[in-house]
Structure formats: C-alpha cells, structure tokens
C-alpha cells in the first residue's frame, strides 16, 4: 500500500483547524435541532416550523436571537459561580472531544490567499494515539455539566435531574468501554486512523460485520451518552420539569443544547469510523462524501429513534446496562479472544 | 517552551484547585474543584508524552468524583456552606508538619533525580498502551493481579453488604401498599 507523504503539520494550521471544527459544528449543531423538529415533525405528520422564512429554514436565526437577548437570569440562593460556569462546561468538553476527531478531510490553503497561503489543515486537530479513549473520556466530563447546573440551582428539580446524571453516568459509562474493547482488541490499535486502515477493503470488510454485538451495544451506549430519548432521563419535561436546566435561561441554557448536539454528532462521526468503514471510498463514491452520508444517516436515526420509542425509567435504565449490555458485552469481549487466539 | 509554559500552567491551577478543595467550607466548590484538579493533572501527563496514562487519569477520576458528587448529594445540602468544628490542635500540627516535610522532599527530588536511572527505559517503536501493557504483563504482573483480587474482594463485600433485598423492589411494594391504603379509604 502506498502511504501518502503528508507536509508538515503547524501550529497555524493546527489553529485554523479548531477554527473551522468551532465554526462549523456550532452552526451544525443549530442546524441540527431545525433538523430534529422538521423530521420528528414529517414522522409525526405535522408540518414542524412553517412561518419564518422558506420551510421555516430561518427559524434557528430567530431561535438564536431569542436565546442571545433573553435575560439571563441567577436564582437566589443558588451557588452563582458553579451555575455560571455549568453550561460551558457542557459546550466545552464537547468541542475539545472533536479535536481528536477526524471531521473534514485534510487540504492546504491556496497559495493566492495572502497571510494564510500554504498552509496545511490537517483533518485531525490534534491526532494523538490514544484518540477514542481521550473522546470518550471527555464525552464523559463534559456530564459534569448537568450534574453541577442540577447540584448548584438550589431547586428540588435539579437535584433530581443531577442524581440522574449520576446513575446516567455510572450505568452507561462501563457499557461504552467494554463495547468498543472487542474491535480494539481486533484492530490492535486506539487510533481512529488504524481503524480507518483496518477497513480499507470495501463494504465487506466493514467493522460491522465482524463484530454486530459491539455495534448495537455502542449504539445504545452512545444514545445514553449523548442523553437522546430513550434515555432522555435529565431532562424529561413529564416528570422532572425540565431537571438540570429547569432554572436556566437565555443562552446559558443554549450551551447545554450546542453541547448535546456536538456531542450527537461526535458519537455519529465515532460509529462511522469504528464500525462503518470510516471514510475510505466506496465504489464509485468519494471517502469524504460517503463518511458525511454515514455520519448524517446515524445522527438521523438518533432522530428516528426519538420518534418511534417512548422513554424508559431510571431503574430501567441501571437494570438495562448492569444485568443485560454489560454481560453481553463481556461475553462478546471473550468470544473475540478466543477467535483470535485460534 | 510549550512544554514549560503547559507545565507552569497546569502546576499553579493544580495546586490552587487543591488548596481549594482544602480550603473551602462549600461541598460544591471542594468536589468541583478536585475533579477539576484531577483532569488537569492528565494535562500533565500529556505534556510528558504519556497519552494513555493522562487518558486513564481522565476516565477513572472523572467517573469516581462523580460516585462522590453522588454521596454529597445524599448527605449534604451543597447550596449552604458546612459548619466546620475543629477542636483537634495537635491534627492540625501534625499535619502541617508533614505538608512541611512534603514541600522539602519536593524541593530536593531534582537534586536527587540526577542519579536515578530508568529500570525498563521506553523501548523505541512500540506506542504508548503498548510499552504501558509490557511493563504491567511482565515485571509488574504480581502487583497488577493482587489489585486485580484486591478489587475483586471489595466488589463481593459491596455486593454482600447492599444485596440483601435485591429481589424485592422497593417503590413497586410502596406502591402497592399507597394504591392499598387509598382503596380502604375510598370503601369508607
């Protein structure tokens, strides 16, 4: 196989990466929720956002608007500074996440464009050998978030919200690792880019294939992470208010919506590289082109599944993970040794 | 350069995020500024090079402060500030006596430093889980499987000293018996 000499990475295009990956999954991630309710909408047959601008297209600027000047309002007696520094919390870990992970392919700057000219953007920002378990880890902190918003609003609600961030976390957490041990084991590697390499021979050699347990048991995990509907438990307006950002306002409570969405389409870009074929060519079809297809047909079925499913109870949830994914997982782990060892 | 401007960094935030924890009177401000200090401290282990270590820093401790946050929210109302009661004079000696030896030995381990070699120096070629999984499968394997059963005795006791009513569930019999009670009092 012939290895492509890549020009050297620099700090100016290792800035300008975080740039555009700050850009443009902040303006992904708006998108993102006009998506959700324009497909909940259409699976629901209801119309979902109509009256600003064509198909309601415009209704994120007037979301964003509306988010930017509400007042942003501190309850009394709450904790102030944990409260405030919640939400970033949230946002933050979810963006320091992307940076390991490969988002847009890797080009250089035209040499006409003064300043900039010649540099090379790499599509990693920062490719350390260690990438899935650093994305995981700080898809893990970034829970830290509603935990503290829930623990410092001094309100019944939130406290509820924030000790099921607690379960959330310690139920799906073990699930997510040992899931996504067995394709490590096969691959060697904790690299998204020897997972890419591993997959290179086309449809058939998909991740997939080899190992299905693991991809359903990182789907479910992933759901749980990310907070979508099954186990939308933080925050389901029916029974805890609005749990952790039942007292949040304005735009602080607009970071924790960046942050989950981020978050969405972390775990999307995860499955589609660990298990999907990552993002080699596919026939006729270009790598970069096929790897946003995969990325966005994972992040509308997280959307499909919002629709079809109801959501569970918190002692579903712990039973769920504990006594039911976490044997599967480890007997999927076993199985695979032993496959390899023979 | 970087390295030395990311090591002072992570250094003065490490230490004040501790004196924090230390200090404060707020369950909050303490548990949030530990699990702060403690991801930080994978910042360090970064700048060494050692990527999967500061990983693992970051995972295990993000996971076990957030089992803590869980046991302060059951003991503590976090929004009011602990009334502290510290009558014990000589604990306080003793302790800042140690903090004191602490700092000394801190201070003089570079002078000593110099005259330590490293016993199984990284082999070139192999990446970090790598030389880390080597390390721990061979000259390190009877630690790493006396914390292994170590682990193992605790997760049993845990499960013997919690697990005594696991069958029953507790809210659907509370239930029952509300559902019961509200039944009586509607036949008289």
């Given amino acids: 196989m012939e290895i492509a000499v890549l020009p050297e990475v620099t700090s100016a295009g290792v800035i300008i990466k975080a740039i555009i990956i700050l850009a443009i999954i902040s303006a992904v991630a708006g998108f993102g929720t006009y998506l959700e309710r324009k497909v909940l909408a259409f699976m629901q047959r209801r119309l979902g ?46 963006f320091i996440a992307l940076a390991a992970v490969p988002v847009f392919p890797d080009f250089t700057i035209p040499e006409w464009i003064p300043l900039l000219g010649g540099v090379f953007v790499p599509s990693i920002a920062a490719d350390i050998n260690v990438g899935v378990l650093f994305i995981l880890g700080m898809m893990a902190a970034g829970l830290y978030g509603p935990l503290l918003a829930g623990m410092a609003q001094a309100n019944k609600w939130g406290i509820i919200g924030s000790a099921r961030t607690a379960i959330q976390f310690l139920s799906y957490e073990v699930v997510t690792g040992l899931s996504i041990l067995a394709p490590i084991m096969l691959v060697g590697s904790l690299s998204l880019v020897d997972f890419n390499e591993y997959q290179t021979g086309g449809f058939a050699s998909w991740m997939v294939w080899q190992q299905p347990v693991a991809f359903i048991l990182f789907l479910i995990a992933g759901f749980a992470e990310t907070n979508r509907t099954p186990f939308d438990l933080l925050e389901n307006e029916a029974e805890v208010i609005s749990g952790y950002a039942t007292e949040y306002s304005g735009m602080r409570w607009g970071m924790f919506f960046i942050g989950e969405y981020a978050n969405m389409i972390t775990v999307s870009v995860i499955a589609a590289v660990m298990f999907m074929g990552g993002y080699n060519d596919l026939g006729f079809i270009a790598g970069w082109l096929i790897v946003i297809l995969k990325i966005a047909f994972i992040f509308f079925l997280m959307l499909w599944v919002r629709a079809s499913w109801p959501h569970i109870r918190p002692d579903q949830l712990m039973w769920l993970c504990w006594k039911v994914l976490m044997p599967i997982a480890v007997i999927n782990i076993v199985i695979t040794g032993f496959v390899m060892m023979v | 350069m970087y390295e030395q401007i990311a090591f002072y960094l992570f250094s003065v935030l490490i230490i004040g995020l501790f004196l924090v924890t230390v ?166």
Avoid: C, R, W
């Fill in chain 1, 49 to 94: 956002p109509m009256h600003v601008g064509p198909f309601g297209l415009l209704q994120i600027a007037a979301d964003g608007i509306k988010l930017f000047t509400k007042e942003d309002i501190v309850p009394q007696n709450a904790n102030k500074l944990i409260f405030q520094i919640a939400p970033s919390i949230t946002a933050a870990t979810a």
């Fill in chain 2, 23 to 188: 200090l404060t009177k707020n369950v909050l401000y303490s548990m949030t500024s530990l699990a702060a200090g403690m991801v930080l401290i994978a910042g360090i282990f970064f700048t060494l090079g050692a990527d999967f270590l500061g990983v693992v820093q970051l995972i295990v401790y993000v996971g076990a402060i957030m089992a803590l946050y869980a046991f302060a929210m059951m003991f503590f109302d976090v929004t009011k500030d602990v009334k502290e009661n510290n009558t014990n004079g000589s604990l306080i000696f003793l302790l800042g006596g140690l903090t004191a030896l602490m700092f000394v030995i801190i201070m003089s381990a570079p002078i000593m430093s110099e005259n330590i070699q490293a016993l199984y120096p990284p082999m070139a070629g192999v990446t970090n889980p790598q030389a880390v999984g080597m390390v721990l499968f061979t000259k390190y394997l009877v630690p790493f499987e006396v914390a292994a059963v170590m682990l193992l005795v605790a997760m049993i006791a845990g499960i013997i000293l919690a697990g005594k009513k696991m069958d029953q569930s507790l809210t659907t019999e509370d239930d029952v018996i509300v559902e019961i009670d509200i039944l009586e009092e509607d036949e008289k």
